[in-house]
T-cell receptor, first 115, second 117 residues
Framework: AQKITQTQPGMFVQEKEAVTLDCTYD???????LFWYKQPSSGEMIFLIY??????QNATEGRYSLNFQKARKSANLVISASQLGDSAMYFC????????????FGKGTKLTVNP | GAVVSQHPSWVICKSGTSVKIECRSL??????MFWYRQFPKQSLMLMAT?????????EQGVEKDKFLINHASLTLSTLTVTSAHPEDSSFYIC?????????????FGPGTRLTVL
């Protein structure tokens, strides 16, 4: 069974600094995908970034990058130059690579960006 | 692109009544839609997976007779909470996929907050 672990219930960062949100996963599958979603207080889930298990390079999307360490089964999200609008819940999730299969979510990390 | 809408965004109902929540993919055809439930300060819990034209697959512990899911077209899925009770009060979120990125991304609706009195 797939499992996602996010060990940081809450994180604080100063505006304009970088922050890393931790995510480790467990799966026996060789082909899988890792996702990060942002959930502001309004509730909608916003897709941030994706990493496939066969991708050799770390994914990047603007200020977001995913530090993928396959041997350690970790997929940490790095947010550079934090902004006040980054304050939200962040969820790491895992799914199968290809096709449309259900996602397994971690418990989330609440990020607070201080001015 | 990849916009998913939900209606209503919030609903308050009396105990014992049924509530229908709609999930629509506005600019792409969603072969699969997912329904999640989220309690305050908790993660998303998958309730069921629905594929267009077939019966939904429910997760263990989810009452299929209480949470009726219909996926009648490639752009619409509905969740009906039958005989709702206060313990059904929650935030319900749908997602639709696959997206156009070629990988298994799901795009989420804005959610529906259900309060049962």
């Amino acid at each position: 069974a797939q499992k996602i672990t996010q060990t940081q219930p809450g994180m604080f960062v100063q505006e304009k600094e970088a922050v890393t949100l931790d995510c480790t996963y467990d799966t026996s599958d060789q082909s899988y995908g890792l996702f990060w979603y942002k959930q502001p207080s309004s509730g909608e889930m916003i897709f941030l970034i994706y990493q496939g298990s066969y991708d050799e390079q770390n994914a990047t999307e603007g200020r977001y990058s995913l530090n993928f360490q396959k041997a350690r089964k970790s997929a940490n999200l790095v947010i550079s130059a934090s902004q006040l609008g980054d304050s939200a819940m962040y969820f790491c999730a895992m799914g199968y690579q290809g096709g449309s299969e259900k996602l397994v979510f971690g418990k989330g990390t609440k990020l607070t960006v201080n001015p | 692109g990849a916009v998913v809408s939900q209606h209503p965004s919030w609903v308050i109902c009396k105990s014992g009544t049924s509530v229908k929540i709609e999930c629509r993919s506005l600019d792409f055809q969603a072969t699969t839609m997912f329904w999640y439930r989220q309690f305050p300060k908790q993660s998303l819990m998958l309730m069921a997976t629905s594929n267009e034209g077939s019966k939904a697959t429910y997760e263990q512990g989810v009452e299929k007779d209480k949470f009726l899911i219909n996926h009648a077209s490639l752009t619409l899925s509905t969740l009906t909470v039958t005989s709702a009770h206060p313990e059904d009060s929650s935030f319900y979120i749908c997602s639709a996929g696959p997206g156009a990125g070629g990988y298994n991304e799901q795009f989420f609706g804005p959610g529906t907050r259900l309060t049962v009195l």
